[in-house]
């Protein structure tokens, strides 16, 4: 793959080095001259001196060949201009927007003319700079990987129409390699789940589970309810 990524602080560099280490092919809009200079030393794809709010920034990091763009600023607004550019210039590209205010994610995930401005919303207090890297490779749920172990860790989220809300972790029926180590419920809070937690009816599951079972823990996580239940 080809990613644009803006900002070069230590996420934005963690990131850009494990996609080169995975092989994809890397260009950095940072707009700290000293802080370029020294990022075109440490990684071997182009680093681009400049402001990527800015349209030909974006042109001239090849924004309309890159497969996705990544904005991982501590500004969560020029994060957000930068994805809404990219996404304008190129339809196709797969956005990547860092928020360091998570009542502004919320904000942003709730806005419907936003949300077609990026695919993933990340919050560097929830996840690490693998985990970015690999929402931006392989795109479909929140994980972060362990290669040696052939296992992950994943999140689900679940709302009023899942058919597990409300339901105790006991009775989920997760297959034999599937551990839920978390919830966070509506609000945010983290619960340590036993067997006798019950699900909130809004939220967020974190599962630690092998690569082999991830299908069926999906299929069952995201099953919605019948309607005439729902």
Do not use: W
Request: glycine share 6%; aromatic share 6%; hydrophobic share 40%.
């Amino acid at each position: 793959m080809f990613v644009v990524i803006m900002g070069a602080g230590r996420v934005g560099y963690l990131v850009a080095k494990m996609l080169e280490e995975e092989g994809h092919d890397v260009t950095i809009i940072e707009m700290d001259k000293e802080r370029a200079k020294e990022l075109s030393l440490l990684i071997n794809g182009l680093v681009i001196e400049g402001d990527a709010t800015d349209p030909k920034t974006l042109e001239e990091a090849n924004i309309k060949q890159a497969d996705a763009f990544a904005a991982l600023t501590g500004k969560d607004d020029a994060n957000l201009l930068a994805c809404i550019l990219a996404k304008h210039l190129n339809p196709k590209i797969k956005t990547s927007l860092r928020i360091s205010n998570p009542q502004n994610r919320r904000i942003f995930e709730e806005v419907t003319d936003l949300k077609r401005y990026f695919d993933f919303v990340i919050s560097p207090e929830e996840i690490a700079a693998e985990y970015i890297s690999r929402n931006i490779v392989t795109p479909g749920f929140d994980r972060v990987l362990f290669p040696k172990e052939g296992a992950e860790i994943v999140r689900f989220s679940i709302n009023g129409d899942s058919e597990i809300a409300g339901k105790l972790v006991k009775d989920l029926k997760l297959p034999r390699d599937a551990l839920m180590v978390a919830v966070y419920d509506e609000k945010g809070n983290l619960i340590i789940p036993s067997g006798d937690t019950k699900l909130p009816e809004r939220g967020q599951l974190i599962i630690f589970a092998k690569n082999s079972v991830l299908d069926d823990v999906k299929k069952l996580l995201e099953k919605k309810k019948p309607e005439n239940e729902s």
